[in-house]
């Protein structure tokens, strides 16, 4: 049933160039339920950054898939994770969504758990049967959790490849986010948390679509014109972006490229927006093509299936959350260069103006999530159109200087739809292996 | 006079419930502040809005801006025209001087929209500050800071308070 879907859903036809998508596939159940399952639970994902969890003992709590899970750092500085479920009647062990503690009291019965998981409690234990060893109920451990430069990543199931595998050809994008400055990234304190009506997947294609924002922002561009200033990197003319590209970069993974300095990629044309970090010994550490390239292009990096990184004039970690089917949540965070002078993070901050629920432009783009989809309510017309540049597509990675910063699988010009329909390929290929697995299963 | 300054503030509240927005910007001194912090934790929200995440902080040429996106027929988040009604309470009113005041009220904003299926209602409450001066025998916000409770915003939007 789920395989006919698949086939249902996603028409590919590169003989005519024509590429459509069903809009069920953001609001059907079956196909939401194995993403959930199959993305976030037998993946990596993106739990949080280190600087929500930097002192020894302190803890955060996330969610994975459908898991509450306690994301710790021990007192030896080891991230754990662990199901935030007591082992002896369930409730959760730690409420307070961040603190520091060594330990996690069960409110409900007083079991005790360190926070390296290891049951250390079990009020009135003479009461259970003598064969009962309390080392044996622990917290239920998160099977993976890593760091990669500050960014924690979490994996429900044992097998899966290494972190560094997972990130593929975005990990030398994600360097190059911590990489421009001298001392890498540093997030601020303080969370927009908002949520919209849409499927999950509605926020990740909008971060990368560069084709509705002269449409959908077009309030904020002219505010931002009406400051008697020209933005250098907001040009209303889709011919000036035609320089400017998307990228799919494989395993879901995929971002958006502008080739400009990014040091000026504020409002003001040439101002320099952040702090310069481009001294010889910054040159010399982070090596000639990060030097490069930490100056040739800025992105909006999408680590697939939920990390948004948002390089603008403001700087934004953007944490997706799928709720339901037809309900996402977000956590927006700020975050800033390590050591910057306060002046350059005010600016930068104030740039957020553009972001969260209260801002100018995050509200406009979940109104059309919304939009889009009552529309996807639609039986007698339920199609997309996402053929948008597929005449215009780089497949051979080398005719693009970038590939010498990392390998992609497709490139197109940022307007286009071409990440998107790499994604679905991907996607609909990922769904449509795991049912084979469990057939041969069952057929074995 | 205190009474005066109590119906300033309901009189703000209803610029913004009939979407007088350009007056509702007048009533900001040229060297005001509109700030809403966003929570740290449970209990705390940030301190500091030049190094910390605000959900707003503007200035008086930022709120101007604000009224002109509003105003322009752009800002597609409110079409259709949410209806809301802002309700303020517990006011106390402490007098810095003759002509300068805080006012610390609750407040709660209902906004009902007509989208998705049968229309949604949203509730948001909260702790405010004023600080109100009296220019040229008119009153005036030098500063505004909003404690939003319920600041996880599910639905993606949250109005000015």
Redesign the interface.
Known sequence: MLKEKLEQFIIDNPEDREFKVNGKVYTDQELYEKEIELFFEKSWVYVCHEDQIKQENDYFLAQIGKEPVIITRSADGQIQGFINRCPHRGATVCREHQGNSKSFRCFYHGWTFRNNGDCIGVADQQAYPSNFDKSKHGLTKVAKVESYRGFVFASLEENVPTLEEHLGNAKPFLDVVIDRYADGIEVANGVTKYGNVGNWKLQLENALDYYHPLFVHKSYFDIVAKRGVKRENASLQFKERVVDHQLYLGGGHGLTVHYRDFLKAGYLEGELFQSDFRTPEWEEKVGPLMAKWTQKISMHLLIFPNLLIMEGPALQIRQIRPVSVDRTEVYGRAYYPKGQPDEYTSRQLAAYEFLGPAGHGTPDDIAAFESCTVGYQSEKAPWNNLSRGYDREVTDASELEISELSNFCVAGNISDDTFLRAMFRHWKEQLAEEKDASKKEVHA | MLREVENFIYHEANLMDEGKYEEWGELFTEDSTYW???????SK??SN??????????NKN?IN??V??LN?G????M?PSPRTTRYITNILIEPLNETEFIVKSNWFLHDFRL???EGVQQFFGGKMEHRVVRENGEFKISHKEVIVIN????????M?I
Do not use: F
């Open positions: 809403i912090p966003s929570w740290m934790t449970e929200t940030i809005p030049t190094n910390e995440l605000s959900l707003i902080y503007w930022n801006e604000y002109q996106r322009s752009d800002a597609h988040v079409i989208q998705y299926n600041d996880n915003i599910n639905r993606g939007h949250l000015i």
